[in-house]
């Protein structure tokens, strides 16, 4: 019987290199001369099924992982090479094999621009036959078909609560021997598990990504821009993304989104999600909050997580079985313009809305770092405590503009009494749901005029906005 071969030589390189091990010293423990695994790396030579649990044995290689890393992108390569502009390009698949197992990183590369290029192509369908269509409303109608509007108004009317990823990331991080170090622990399991290393690189050798995952040398690069927070949440991120991916998966696919873009995109939104609970458990999260009366800094510091993860992760906290009050989160920049909006029953958007300039978190651009908290009292809708305060986003070096948001988290006036902030003397404010649907009078913050109030009825009467009504 001929014995069987695999010639996987870019493979055993990776692994070589993801060990920091020499030709010479790998070739000492594979028991074969350092030409000869030479020869093996180039694919000059098969891998016979004695180096094979050689492999196994010495260095605990996967066998199964060693034999089949490839086929996915493989398959990928065909769906690319079988588009009608490629077609004919290639006889066979023996080059594709060959392009997947020698350069991963620019198979990956290939395989997202043409991904790229598909759904550029899709879009461009979908805006020629908008630009034939009737009406004023251009704009409006491109902004609703976008995928990542689609994913924005799913996540926003629905519970940011997510009990499946939040079992799933309990249950792992149980498995953890992690004591108050959460990212050596995390850390330590990709190492262990996956083979990846994890490290930091400087801002001109990684300038415009938070973090990257090397599939050739298995190594997770952070950027050192990111605090200790985010560079935890983005390694927490990569280990959803690895050890929770069926959990993440099956939420995914309940989620009513069409595209591949879009589920891209919630796909990102739920790893996210994962990390967080990874980072904050449920369980241990909830009884810390009860413990601090919901005191914003006190519960982040027990977590070591910044104030937008925890805030972020309050909004997950009301669910059957947890007494928490139904917190809601909206993030605004300089501008106004809404980045992300969150509720334990889905943003409040009809009641409390969010855009009205009296609000305290356009406020906090003028306080940086300060903490607002307030009762707000919204015309035609309800009382809610609001907490304001600005966060800045990845350190910004000499000459560049820093990323500074800001965030509102509230809740109903009746759930302020169980936080440490309702029993303080807070500052009253009267808002409304945004201007074009508030009717008080003699605002002087107003930027639009009332949907169903007249304007300038007196010639006689200059009022205090732009927009005066009686």
């Known amino acids: 019987m001929s014995e069987a071969k695999l010639f996987a030589g870019p493979r055993v390189r990776r692994i070589r290199n993801g060990l920091g091990l020499t030709q010479t010293a790998m070739a000492e423990g594979l028991g074969i001369s350092p030409s000869y695994l030479n020869l093996i790396e180039r694919n000059q030579r098969p891998l016979t099924v004695q180096l094979l649990l050689k492999l196994a044995s010495v260095y605990r290689v996967d066998l199964e992982g060693l034999r089949g890393e490839a086929g996915g992108s493989v398959a990928e390569l065909k769906a690319v090479f079988a588009d009608p502009l490629l077609a004919g390009e290639l006889p066979g698949d023996q080059e594709l094999v060959e392009i997947a197992e020698a350069a991963p990183n620019a198979t990956a590369g290939i395989i997202r621009l043409y991904r790229a290029y598909r759904e550029q192509a899709e879009r461009l369908r979908d805006l020629s036959a908008l630009l034939s269509a009737e009406g004023g409303a251009l704009a409006g109608a491109i902004e609703t078909r976008l995928p990542v509007d689609a994913v924005r108004d799913l996540f926003e009317s629905r519970p940011n609560v997510f009990p499946e990823l939040d079992a799933a990331a309990e249950a792992f991080h149980a498995t953890l021997d992690s004591g108050d170090e959460l990212a050596s622990a995390l850390k330590d399991w990709l190492r262990r598990e996956q083979g990846v290393a994890v490290r930091s690189l400087p801002v001109h050798v990684m300038p415009a990504h938070r973090r990257r995952y090397d599939r050739h040398s298995l190594r997770l690069f952070l950027s050192e821009r990111l605090t200790a927070e985010d560079q935890l949440e983005e390694v927490a991120a990569e280990v959803a993304g690895l050890a929770l991916s069926e959990a993440i998966g099956g939420v995914l696919a309940r989620l009513p ?31 810390a909050c009860q413990r601090a009366r919901y005191d914003l800094d006190m519960v982040r510091t027990r977590f070591r997580a910044s104030f937008q993860q925890c805030a972020e992760r309050m909004t997950t906290l009301k669910r059957p079985g947890l007494a928490a009050p139904g917190f809601f989160l909206l993030e605004v920049d300089q501008a106004g313009n809404r980045l992300q909006a969150r509720g334990a029953e889905g943003f409040p958007r009809q009641r409390f809305g969010g855009h009205c300039p009296k609000l305290g978190l356009h406020r906090a651009f003028a306080q940086p770092g300060a903490l607002l908290a307030e009762i707000v009292d919204v015309a035609g809708g309800g009382r809610y405590l609001t907490l304001s305060r600005t966060v800045e986003g990845p350190q910004a070096g000499f000459g560049e503009q820093l990323r500074r948001t800001a965030l509102l988290l509230g809740c109903e006036e009746g759930g302020a009494g169980e936080t440490v902030y309702g029993a303080g003397a807070l500052l009253k404010v009267e808002a409304g749901p945004a201007c074009r649907l508030c009717e008080r009078q003699g605002c002087l913050a107003r930027a639009e005029a009332p949907v169903i109030r007249p304007l300038g009825l007196d010639e006689r009467v200059s009022g205090l906005s732009s927009f005066d009504f009686e």
């Open 257 to 287: 989104l069409e595209g591949p873009e879009a589920r891209r995109i919630a796909r990102r939104v739920l790893t996210r999600y994962a990390a967080r609970a990874l980072i904050m458990p449920l369980s241990a999260f909830h009884a």
